[in-house]
């Protein structure tokens, strides 16, 4: 009877053991501890889309330049935002020139954007907007 008893005791003590790490992964995974970016280069700066929040954000590249000295002189601003579905993996981004288009994987929603870089004298001043172009078609 102990053989049994201890081989019982053995198989529970494996099957909790293999159990608890999958819930504890799975939990990890569902509370990400912060945001996740996608960023793609554009012709005159930089697209990043939030993921969690499908805010997307435009980035000059500019650089003011005295004698051997350079100086980043880059700014952003929100050009538009998109419904993401899952927090962190539910939105892509592809880009044509100064265009972007970020779109949802999950639903098919879509927007398309346009940044462009203002300067003026030493100032660079990011712009743009992005326009909702519906769904693709299935």
């Given at each position: 009877?102990?053989?049994r008893?201890?081989?019982?005791?053995?198989l529970?003590?494996?099957?909790?053991?293999?159990t608890?790490p999958?819930?504890?992964?799975?939990?990890?995974?569902?509370?990400?501890?912060s945001p996740?970016?996608t960023?793609?280069?554009?012709?005159?700066?930089?697209a990043i889309?939030?993921?969690?929040?499908?805010?997307?954000?435009y980035?000059?590249?500019?650089?003011?330049?005295?004698?051997?000295?350079a100086?980043?002189?880059?700014?952003?601003?929100?050009?538009?935002?998109?419904?993401?579905?899952?927090?962190?993996?539910?939105l892509?981004?592809?880009?044509s020139g100064?265009?972007?288009?970020v779109?949802?994987?999950?639903t098919?929603?879509?927007?398309?954007?346009v940044?462009?870089?203002?300067?003026v004298?030493?100032?660079?001043?990011?712009?743009?907007s992005?326009?909702?172009?519906?769904?693709?078609?299935?």
């Amino acid at each position: 009877m102990k053989p049994r008893l201890c081989v019982f005791i053995i198989l529970v003590t494996m099957v909790a053991l293999s159990t608890a790490p999958a819930k504890a992964t799975s939990l990890y995974f569902m509370q990400a501890a912060s945001p996740t970016y996608t960023i793609a280069p554009l012709t005159n700066g930089v697209a990043i889309i939030t993921q969690d929040t499908g805010a997307v954000t435009y980035c000059t590249s500019s650089t003011l330049i005295s004698g051997t000295t350079a100086t980043p002189n880059g700014n952003c601003a929100l050009l538009g935002r998109i419904t993401p579905t899952l927090p962190g993996v539910s939105l892509s981004l592809a880009v044509s020139g100064t265009d972007f288009y970020v779109i949802n994987n999950v639903t098919g929603v879509f927007i398309q954007c346009v940044a462009i870089n203002n300067i003026v004298g030493s100032t660079s001043t990011p712009g743009g907007s992005c326009k909702a172009m519906g769904s693709t078609f299935r």
